[in-house]
């Protein structure tokens, strides 16, 4: 098994920093937020993103995907607009060597659900193809109006590409009632790699120190195949009152592992 941490985490962090953190705790990939409060991003030019790339290379770390903020099952969005959304942050993992983009379903306003489903299936289908002449997996995540694999599911599902699949945050699965061995049977061939955290409570989901909580991380890295990616997701940039995450980074790669031990 394979673990990450999300610059989620260490929000604004230089690269080089990031870097820094992962040799030192022992994680073999980053997920990189694609933000412009952040180093890596769809507005950076050529020059940047090769300079990226190679600090990367260099530290023997992969970039295992750049989660993006495209929220591509809301009826609403310009299909013009997202198109050129999504086809940036392809091109951006692309020219980074990451294998995952991360996008949001953000249906939450559809009138049915089979209306938000219908607009995402439609979108991911027409990215599909850039995304295989780029070599790059579109990852749809369990979050908002889809928070559960079954609904993620009755997405890619109709989709049908190889280069659509789904990112299984744990938390969100859970509090759509789902157990882990729900979700993975689900999920399926769909799966690109889990997000894990920890929560005090389905009413607190302030980050806390992994295993210091109440979500079934045992029972979800059970039952990942032996080369699945495994990546810490810790909110710090959405909750500044959180314990740093830096300090943490070892033990939380050494409690994942044990639990596969």
Do not use: N
Not at 73 to 85: F, G, N, V, Y
Not at 115 to 143: F, K, M, S
């Amino acid at each position: 098994m394979k673990f990450a941490f999300s610059t989620l985490g260490v929000p604004g962090l230089p690269v080089s920093d990031v870097l820094g953190l992962a040799t030192t705790a022992g994680y073999q990939g980053v997920e990189l937020r694609a933000h412009p409060e952040e180093p890596a991003h769809p507005g950076i030019g050529p020059r940047e993103r090769a300079a990226v790339a190679d600090e990367f290379k260099r530290a023997g770390v992969e970039i295992l995907g750049i989660a993006g903020y495209a929220r591509v099952a809301d009826p609403a969005a310009d299909d013009e607009a997202l198109r050129a959304e999504l086809e940036g942050l392809l091109r951006l993992a692309a020219d980074l060597g990451a294998p995952f983009v991360r996008v949001f379903p953000g249906g939450e306003d559809a009138a049915e659900p089979s209306e938000a489903d219908a607009a995402a299936a439609r979108r991911l289908g027409a990215a599909a193809e850039v995304a295989a002449d780029l070599g790059v997996r579109i990852l749809l995540e369990t979050h908002d109006s889809h928070r559960t694999g079954a609904a993620a599911a009755r997405v890619v599902g109709p989709v049908g590409h190889p280069q659509v699949g789904v990112l299984w945050d744990l938390m969100h699965t859970w509090l759509g009632g789902e157990s882990p061995t729900v979700t993975h049977a689900a999920l399926g061939p769909y799966l690109g790699y889990v997000q894990v955290k920890d929560i005090a409570s389905a009413d607190d989901t302030t980050p806390l120190a992994l295993g210091a909580g109440v979500l079934p991380l045992a029972e979800c890295l059970s039952l990942l195949a032996d080369d699945a990616w495994v990546c810490w997701e810790y909110e710090k940039r959405w909750y500044p009152a959180a314990a740093a995450l830096p300090p943490q980074l070892r033990a939380g790669r050494e409690y994942l592992a044990s639990l596969r031990a």
